[in-house]
């Protein structure tokens, strides 16, 4: 197309699409995100959808929202606040009001904001009519109607229609940042493969949708993000949940394991089943079980039976694997548990973010039970973690929980497409036929016991969550004996510490401030130190991926600053596990529990602060 | 194959039921039976909840595993499809069944995976002590509530139809033999394989199924049914069950012009269960109890259909291994 409009070349981008939960947003949202990642930029997304599927027509709670930052630059979250808001109704704009930078471009479809739809988004006035946008570059495009005119003689009814405007809105994007339509064709054509009138409709309207920017004069200029500088390798976009799955795939590989997933469905984890459900070829067994402790329980059974097992979850459901949890500590059975946090307590909030289930990991079970806790850091990263997790569940013979969150679970990067020989090698810890087998007998370097798999001949044995006989495994009750095996279950966690890489910093190893964090800030927090380091501040981070064992060199990191600020999505669940870790080191914290992100501005003024004082 | 007998099945720890438990009758009748499966004893897997029953692994040869409370049928799930080789036992109680574990009972018996699930149904709370369970008799006093209870009891069989069970079967602590070739007709039958053990609680809940097994009175009061045989008892075996319009009907041969030809002939094959549940009510007096296996009909079993599966999308797959599966999709090039 011949473009006489200005381009203009950005480092980066945040754009969000919202709308009804029924508008397609996400889908909009991701075929904008696939484009930009095949023609190579960086990018980061976050869905952002209500809890309820179909919330009221209308009003702000059914609001839907996909944002998703581009860039030439290195980019670590889905950014702070976008540069383009496209929003399909006066509540998509009433729910997003704060989420749009000052002075922001913002397309609304002008069709739906009738009184009726002011009305139900909670509007006495248009906002478009009053000032409440005033210096904002408001696009209005009457979208429906251009969708109903393009697509009159195609012969599809009236819902049919409707439900294409989600092209309009993509047509407008595309066109505005520059990007290539053919991807979105593919995808279209194979996803509605049986319905080639829909395939055709859905094209036509992103056209339309695309000439219509072109036209108008609205749109003050175009613009283009060039591709990022990553390193050479085949990428790939990934999402967390889905890195999560191919992380379990390509160890049972390795580890010459079947995979056995037993789960049960919770919002934001589903779709890790969904993901290894669907790769029955690969030898995965999944198990949709009747409730989360069948979830839990089956997984131990397959365990037991030599399966590299796992199961799935969110934080009510971790609650409920708890008892279970504990038998796998007990008789020391490899097991993976999945954690995709959400905010809580209870039902809490499933569909938004938090990093609230730290303590539960660590303590949420009877008795001294000691657990592996691990969590990633990026959508992407999610591969590398949960390999890790099963690669010392199956050489420790010990549970693994792992922790993410919806935020990464739900979120998409790049990814530079691993090999799973590059990974490192699973020694699953199994005594062979013919040994003789005592099922509580160690490895004198790592504690871990042997696992005997029923089939095998002549290692019968008996496990059960009575307190085991060192050595034998036979039922004991005695105390000095149940004082030692607590000691050596706790001691066979802190020696995995011995094989762990060193906890590294971002920045200078010594200095005035330290960030530190775990999990699923590391892109905000990332970002906002950068950024501080670049106007010559003298600030670090560390984001812990191992939280128990901690590796070994923590406490010499903390002590090497003056002053340690510890960021969470909770209310200081990591930093207490600091304090009373490292007794004497003085921690400030900074904590947020808004179901969403931080946000890199509001942690630069805070840590600028802090370096004031 | 080793010829095997009961001692190789018998683990050497020190059975600690209370003296006269019925549970050591049904532990000697497992470790006669298992021999006779002609199967390599590796391949036994014995899985249990919590309660008293739920020790028995422990004292089994096999291997075991002793779990929490409730949840066995979903460990057991685990064990048969991580492998589907193994013969997979799992022994409960009224409690741990019936009452915590009652979800993970039904649902087992609703996909049909190949286990077999002995109940031990003592209808009382043994290792707490005393306390009533879902299949006591209603008004039962006990500790919990020593006014008696108001709770309806569950009862077994209707739970296991109702979930659309394949395998119902029902047998006394008292009667070994039957007990042995139950458990080996379990065995062979390809789904979840339910057999009720009416198990004395010798020590909270004494001679409750006295009415049934007590010398005196259980010719009259057990009807041992077996597959396309007439459903005959009494200590002339001249008694014998008639439908009667949609009931049940117990009749004496001879009396009121009565032949051999009127009783009904068992079809434990039978899909339709209705009468399947009529038999496993009865109780006397008015009836006699329904021992021997009530049901046995063909279903597909839930490891059968996935492993079906596995095997069909292995042959079809568009990926064989994961780094194929890593690489699929819109990939792209970025030039160092």
Not at chain 1, 523 to 542: D, P
Not at chain 2, 80 to 93: D, F
Request: hydrophobic share 35%; glycine share 8%.
């Amino acid at each position: 197309m011949d473009k006489t409009t200005k381009v203009v070349d950005l480092e980066k981008v945040v754009i969000k699409f919202a709308g009804d939960s029924g508008d397609g947003m996400q889908l909009t949202g991701s075929q904008f995100t696939d484009t930009s990642a095949l023609l190579g930029n960086d990018l980061a997304t976050f869905p952002d959808f209500p809890a309820e599927i179909r919330a009221p027509q209308g009003t702000v709670a059914g609001v839907s929202g996909f944002q998703i930052h581009i860039g030439r630059i290195d980019i670590n979250t889905p950014g702070d606040i976008a540069d383009v808001l496209v929003a399909m109704n006066p509540a998509a704009l009433k729910a997003n009001k704060k989420s749009i930078k000052k002075g922001g471009t913002i397309i609304v479809n002008i069709d739906s904001f009738t009184k009726r739809d002011l009305e139900k988004a909670g509007y006495e006035n248009s906002p478009l009519e009053d000032n409440s946008f005033e210096g904002y570059n408001i696009i209005e495009a009457p979208i429906t109607k251009l969708t109903r005119e393009t697509l009159k003689d195609s012969g599809l009814d009236g819902k049919s229609v409707g439900r294409s405007k989600n092209m309009f809105a993509l047509g407008i994007v595309y066109w505005m940042f520059n990007r290539p339509m053919e991807q979105t064709e593919q995808f279209l054509k194979k996803k509605f493969e049986k319905k080639p009138e829909v395939v055709e409709a859905n094209i036509k309207v992103m056209h339309a949708g695309y000439n219509f920017a072109d036209t108008i004069e609205a749109l003050p200029s175009s613009y283009t993000v060039l591709s990022a500088n990553l390193r050479k390798g085949t990428y790939r976009n990934v999402m967390g949940n889905q890195a999560t799955a191919w992380g379990f795939l390509a160890a049972a590989e390795r580890a010459n394991k079947e995979l056995f997933l037993g789960s049960y469905p919770i919002t934001p984890a589903s779709d890790i089943l969904h993901e290894l459900a669907k790769h029955k070829n690969l030898g995965v067994k999944t198990f949709q079980a009747e409730d989360e402790i069948a979830g839990i329980c089956s997984a131990i059974g397959a365990s037991f039976t030599g399966s590299l097992a796992i199961t799935t979850t969110s934080g009510p459901g971790l609650a409920l694997k708890g008892e279970a949890l504990g038998l796998a500590i007990m008789t020391e059975l490899p097991l993976v548990v999945v954690d995709v946090q959400r905010g809580g307590p209870s039902t809490g909030l499933p569909t938004k973010t938090e990093q609230s289930d730290l303590f539960q990991a660590l303590y949420g079970r009877n008795g001294e039970s000691p657990a592996v806790i691990l969590a990633s850091s990026t959508p992407a990263n999610c591969f590398d973690w949960a390999y890790m997790a099963s690669k010392i569940t199956l050489e420790h013979n010990t549970p693994v929980v792992l922790l993410s969150d919806g935020y990464l679970g739900n979120g998409a990067e790049p990814w530079n497409i691993k090999s799973t020989k590059d990974m490192p090698s699973i020694t699953p810890n199994i005594a062979t036929e013919g040994e003789e087998y005592l099922p509580y007998k160690r490895d004198d370097r790592t504690l871990s016991r042997k696992l005997a798999l029923p089939g095998t001949k002549g290692m019968e044995h008996r496990l059960g969550g009575l307190e085991k006989e060192d050595i034998t495994g036979n039922v004991s009750y005695d105390g000095d004996n149940h004082e030692k095996m607590c000691r050596i279950r706790e001691e066979k966690i802190n020696r995995i510490a011995n094989i762990i890489p060193k906890q590294e910093v971002f920045g200078k190893e010594k200095g005035d401030l330290l960030v530190v964090g775990w999990g699923g800030t590391h892109g905000s927090l990332y970002s906002a130190v950068e950024k501080l380091q670049k106007e010559g501040l003298n600030i670090s981070l560390s984001q812990f991926n191992y939280i128990n064992p901690l590796p070994k060199n923590t406490a010499e990191i903390l002590n090497n600053f003056k002053k340690i600020v510890v960021c969470e999505l909770n209310n200081g669940q990591f930093v207490n596990y600091l304090r009373m870790k490292n007794q004497g080191v003085i921690f400030n914290q900074y904590n947020k529990l808004q179901g969403l992100p931080f946000t890199t501005s509001e942690l630069e003024d805070y840590f600028k602060t802090l370096l004031k004082n | 194959m080793a010829h095997l007998t009961n001692k190789d099945f018998t683990s050497d720890q020190e059975v600690k039921w209370c003296p006269g438990c019925g549970d050591y009758a049904i532990l000697r009748a497992m470790q006669k039976a298992l021999p006779q499966l002609e199967r390599n004893k590796e391949d036994f897997v014995f899985v249990s909840g919590i309660g008293c029953s739920s020790r028995f692994p422990y004292y089994m040869n096999t291997y075991g595993f002793h779990t929490i409370h409730g949840r066995a049928p979903a460990f057991a799930t685990g064990v048969k499809l991580a492998n589907p080789k193994l013969s997979v036992w799992q022994i409960t109680g009224d409690g741990d069944a019936l009452a915590i574990g009652g979800n993970h009972f039904i649902h087992a018996l609703r996909r049909n995976i190949d286990i077999n699930i002995l109940l031990f149904n003592n209808e009382i709370y043994g290792l707490t002590k005393g306390q009533f369970s879902p299949t006591s008799k209603k008004g039962i006093k006990t500790k919990s509530n020593p006014h008696g209870t108001t709770d309806e009891p569950f009862s077994p069989s209707d739970l296991a139809i109702g979930a659309q069970g394949s395998f119902f079967a029902r047998v006394v602590d008292t009667n070994p033999k039957l007990m042995q070739k139950i458990f080996l007709e379990a065995e062979e039958h390809r789904g979840t394989s339910l057999i009720e053990i009416l198990q004395n609680c010798v020590i909270f809940n004494d001679k409750t199924f006295a009415p049934i097994t007590a010398k005196e009175v259980k010719q009259e009061a057990q009807l041992i049914v077996e597959d396309g045989k007439a459903m005959l008892f009494g200590a002339e075996n001249n008694k014998g069950l008639i439908l009667n319009g949609f009931k049940i009907e117990v009749v004496t041969i001879g009396e009121n012009g009565i032949t051999e030809k009127d009783i009904l002939v068992h079809n434990a094959k039978e899909e339709d269960p209705t009468l399947h549940a009529m038999l496993a009510r009865m109780r006397p007096p008015e009836f006699p109890a329904a021992l021997g296996i009530i049901r046995a009909v063909n279903r597909p079993t839930f490891d059968e259909g996935l492993l079906a599966q596995l095997e069909y999308e292995k042959e079809n797959a568009k990926f064989k291994t994961v780094d194929e599966l890593l690489n699929s999709g819109d990939t792209w090039e970025i030039e160092g």
